[in-house]
């Protein structure tokens, strides 16, 4: 049996209301980002549904929740242009925001999973866009 990279879910650590404010608060970076808000407002047709769907993945990643259904790769994979830069400058926005949160644990558990999904989803990117390429990684310091 492999071992999760991720900390386990608590729901004794986060509140729905962190979660909910965290989405919020990202987001509201993002979309204002001179790199990524073009592609948040070109790619996201209902912002209220994805709150929703982004409420309801990071609940089930931080608090062991069970209400994200989805698949988040091929979304992605089908956006143009995107760049080592992007996910990394998203990262960023990402952590800056959890920082701010003051939830010490939150922001651990939550980058930890922010910096596999932004590898993973990059990898995957790379792989499809450019198969005869060896994936480059994320600079994630």
């Not at 242009?81 to 952590?95: G, V």
């Amino acid at each position: 049996m492999s071992q999760s990279p991720f900390p386990i879910p608590s729901p004794d650590l986060y509140t729905e209301e962190e979660i909910s404010k965290l989405v919020h608060e990202f987001y509201d970076k993002a979309r204002k980002d001179p790199s990524l808000g073009p592609i948040f407002e070109e790619h996201v047709i209902d912002w209220d549904a994805h709150f929703v769907q982004m409420i309801n993945f990071w609940s089930a990643q931080l608090r062991g929740t069970s209400r994200f259904r989805g698949a988040p790769m091929p979304k992605h994979i089908a956006l143009p242009e995107l760049s080592a830069k992007l996910f990394e400058r998203w990262l960023a926005l990402f952590k800056q925001t959890t920082h701010e949160l003051g939830n010490t644990a939150l922001e651990h558990h939550a980058n930890t999973i922010a910096t596999f999904i932004a590898n993973r989803l990059w990898q995957g990117y790379q792989m499809s866009h450019y198969p005869d390429r060896e994936p480059a990684a994320l600079h994630t310091g």
